[in-house]
């Protein structure tokens, strides 16, 4: 993998256009570090999916999720960030400067590279699913439980993330569904205890999503029972999925410390991963928050943290060259 001319080689290459990258790319680029972002397969990251973000600071009316993603964009470029579309297939971490490739095809070397991949939140893979996404259909109580005051919900899933997700909608739905394929939940039992005592919450065990049902927004759910297979409906208006998130950090695993989900470890107060020159930020190494503005701040930080430890190696650099053009001085003398 080598590159064929001075464009291929940059400071700064960022992987992935999400709020983090983007936010990265925005602070990267005011440090003069020309960087280059690769927007790669799903540009805008989750957000393009959501309809109306109510809780981004800065929007008192909130603003739709693909509009903010191209605000973050259009901000990206106008401090002269590079832009390019394409995916990460291969990266070699493993000499400097570091080696990517882009579609299996294009050389690409990086002084410093800030992963911002994200995550892709795990669906049913029902046909309906992703057809009414933000339109009932969600994976974020947090994003969009505002919008289901009043009314009957849903929730898919056992661990503490779909109970989390239950609790958080009983500040707005009437009442919300738990749908579990088993018979108990997987959840930690604090969560489970909180969300039995709930008299907002009810149980539907031993049960799939078989169907989502409605036209232009969701109306309700066709249920199975996964013992009988007998089939049922159930009208709700809002259907949270919560069976979990999956990293996208596939490429990354064989040079980096990652969880056992995937996600890469960073070292405390900072986006530093264990290949130092490397730095990850937003879901790619967030399972806790998985918020957009947490997503953006940690952007900040990986950019303000690439910038510092460029700086660093820089003077480093400089001063080793300039401790080895005197004793070559002195040796010639």
């Not at 579309?85 to 070397?109: A, C, K, M």
């Not at 911002?116 to 969009?144: F, I």
């Not at 009957?152 to 579990?180: K, P, S, W, Y």
Request: aromatic share 8%.
């Amino acid at each position: 993998m080598k590159a064929s001319n001075s464009d291929h080689h940059r400071s700064t290459i960022i992987i992935g256009a999400g709020a983090a990258g983007l936010t990265a790319a925005i602070y990267a680029a005011r440090a003069n570090l020309k960087p280059l972002v690769i927007r790669g397969p799903k540009p805008g990251g989750q957000l393009v999916t959501t309809s109306n973000v109510e809780n981004y600071p800065g929007f008192i009316n909130g603003i739709l999720g693909p509009e903010l993603m191209r605000c973050f964009e259009a901000q990206a470029a106008r401090f002269e960030t590079e832009l390019r579309q394409g995916t990460i297939t291969t990266v070699d971490f493993s000499q400097r400067p570091f080696h990517l490739v882009v579609d299996r095809e294009q050389s690409l070397l990086a002084d410093t590279v800030i992963i911002a991949t994200g995550a892709t939140p795990r669906y049913l893979g029902l046909e309906n699913e992703q057809r009414l996404l933000g339109r009932g259909v969600s994976s974020c109580a947090t994003c969009d439980g505002f919008f289901f005051q009043g009314q009957d919900v849903a929730v898919v899933g056992g661990g503490d993330a779909a109970l989390e997700n239950a609790l958080f909608l009983t500040r707005f739905a009437d009442h919300i569904f738990v749908i579990h394929r088993r018979a108990q939940l997987r959840a930690s039992k604090i969560m489970q205890q909180l969300a039995f005592s709930s008299s907002k919450l009810s149980f539907i065990w031993d049960t799939r999503v078989k169907d989502i049902l409605g036209d232009e927004e969701l109306e309700g759910l066709l249920l199975e029972e996964v013992k009988t297979g007998e089939t049922s409906i159930l009208p709700v208006k809002g259907l949270f999925v919560s069976i979990g998130h999956r990293p996208n950090t596939e490429i990354f695993k064989e040079w980096l410390e990652m969880d056992e989900l995937g996600y890469i470890f960073t070292q405390p107060d900072s986006t530093y991963t264990s290949v130092a020159g490397v730095f990850a930020c937003g879901d790619a190494q967030d399972r806790v928050y998985r918020q957009a503005v947490t997503a953006a701040g940690s952007g900040c930080m990986a950019a303000i943290d690439a910038e510092r430890w460029l700086q660093t190696n820089h003077s480093l650099k400089s001063k080793i060259a300039k401790e080895i053009k005197q004793l070559k001085f002195m040796q010639r003398k």
